[in-house]
């Protein structure tokens, strides 16, 4: 699926980070053209870095002397979403000028374009922009009407951009972007745990949580509801369809899964769980009167292996499988000892780490004796690797 999203000269342009990477987080291509008053309200860099891609502004580069060819734009996208639309645009949009980039793409475009409008109050109740909005509905475009609530000019009313999560779910939904999970009810575990030595020291690992954000946006998108359950990250995710839980230890994880399992279609384990715990915290901070220390170690719960082991007919458990040497044997092993549908096995290579990068590389195997390496890619592009795969394992 591809996007372009044409961002104009409005205050909410802000909010447009936050609904690239939704995107991106599933799987979805973006590329971004900006008019050239929109750069004074969010900077190119950002929607640059965060789209992945070169943000078109201008009709040509003047120092490259490159075009921006307006026509591959318009054949290349399945959806332009215009956000925020600004009166400006939208009056030039029904007037068919072509002043700049973006409107040339617009006329160009093979595929649907939705419109999310947002100004102030007043503008919005203006009888010529609702007459613009009129004739844009009856060209075709899709708008999504703004919403209710404070504005930048400190008045209170309709013109508001909805927020990233909502503007997401409409394209969403109004493509039809798989709805494969519509219905279900997924677990994810995410992140690391950390495990307290004293108040303020902990046994824990590099898991950033990327990979299970990845995986719990993914079924969102896909219309699964999602019950994330994460150790500390300083991830956070806007999607309405993912309740996010937040734990700090291997049992508050296992406490948390217990209460959500029964409820659940489906479990995905992403999370790096500490094995051990130190068996008796102390209370306070551990002074450094020795030189040597020893800690008491006990097996913290094996979560995954408990889900496994108390699934219904119906549910799935899929774990993770993060392995230095016979990675695949040991994988297996995880896959029966743990009673799971499928493992997914972290392919360390040289030069890889799975823990805190953008990217990773993966075997999937299953109950069933198949297997699919997906190759090194963005969390996002691996995330959706896994759930298509699932959706084999829930047939
Ligand atoms: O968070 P990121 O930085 O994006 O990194 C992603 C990741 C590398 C953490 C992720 O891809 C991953 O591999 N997670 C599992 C890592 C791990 O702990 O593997 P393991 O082989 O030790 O555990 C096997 C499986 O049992 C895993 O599904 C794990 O969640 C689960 N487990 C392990 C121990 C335990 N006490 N309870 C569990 O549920």
């Not at 475009?141 to 703004?146: E, G, L």
């Not at 029964?262 to 130190?278: E, H, I, K, Q, T």
């Not at 799935?316 to 493992?343: P, Q």
Request: with cysteine; charged share 20%; proline share 4%.
């Amino acid at each position: 699926m591809r996007i372009l999203i044409g961002i104009t000269a409005g205050i909410a342009a802000y909010k447009i980070p936050l609904l690239i990477r939704m995107f991106i987080n599933a799987g979805v291509e973006v590329r971004c053209i900006m008019t050239s008053d929109a750069k004074d309200f969010v900077s190119p860099l950002v929607i640059s870095t965060l789209s992945k891609n070169p943000v078109g502004i201008a009709f040509w580069n003047k120092e490259t002397g490159e075009w921006n060819n307006h026509v591959e734009y318009g054949e290349w996208a399945d959806v332009l979403l215009i956000a925020p639309c600004t009166a400006n645009t939208l009056s030039k949009m029904v007037s068919g000028a072509c002043d700049n980039l973006l409107l040339a793409v617009y006329l160009s475009m093979r595929n649907k374009t939705i419109v999310s409008p947002a100004m102030d109050l007043e503008m919005y109740q203006h009888p010529t922009v609702k007459r613009n909005i009129s004739v844009l509905i009856a060209d075709g475009v899709h708008v999504i009407p703004p919403d209710h609530g404070e504005l930048a000019s400190g008045l209170s009313g309709e013109g508001r951009l909805p927020e990233p999560a909502f503007i997401f779910e409409e394209v969403v939904k109004y493509l039809s972007l798989g709805q494969d999970f519509l219905n279900t009810q997924v677990l994810v575990t995410a992140g690391p745990t950390y495990e307290a030595i004293d108040p303020v020291r902990f046994i824990g690992n590099h898991a950033s949580g990327k990979m299970g954000f990845a995986l719990a946006e993914n079924f969102a998108a896909r219309g699964a509801s999602v019950t994330l359950i994460t150790g500390p990250t300083v991830l956070r995710t806007e999607h309405k369809r993912v309740q996010t839980i937040h734990v700090t230890s291997a049992a508050e994880m296992f406490e948390a899964v217990q209460r959500h399992w029964l409820d659940m279609d489906l479990g995905v384990f992403s999370a790096a769980v500490a094995d051990y715990r130190p068996i008796h915290p102390a209370e306070e901070k551990i002074k450094k009167t020795n030189e040597a220390l020893s800690i008491e170690l006990i097996k913290n719960p094996d979560i995954l292996a408990w889900a496994g082991k108390h699934k219904t007919a119906t549910q799935r458990t899929i774990g993770f499988a993060l392995e230095t040497n016979n990675a695949v044997e040991n994988a297996m092993e995880k896959l029966s000892r743990k009673h799971a549908d499928a493992i997914v096995l972290n392919v360390i290579e040289e030069n890889e780490k799975c823990f805190n990068s953008d990217t990773n590389k993966v075997r999937i195997f299953d109950v069933n004796g198949l297997s699919l390496e997906l190759p090194t890619a963005s969390k996002a592009k691996i995330a959706q690797g896994i759930v298509d795969y699932i959706t084999r394992i829930r047939l």
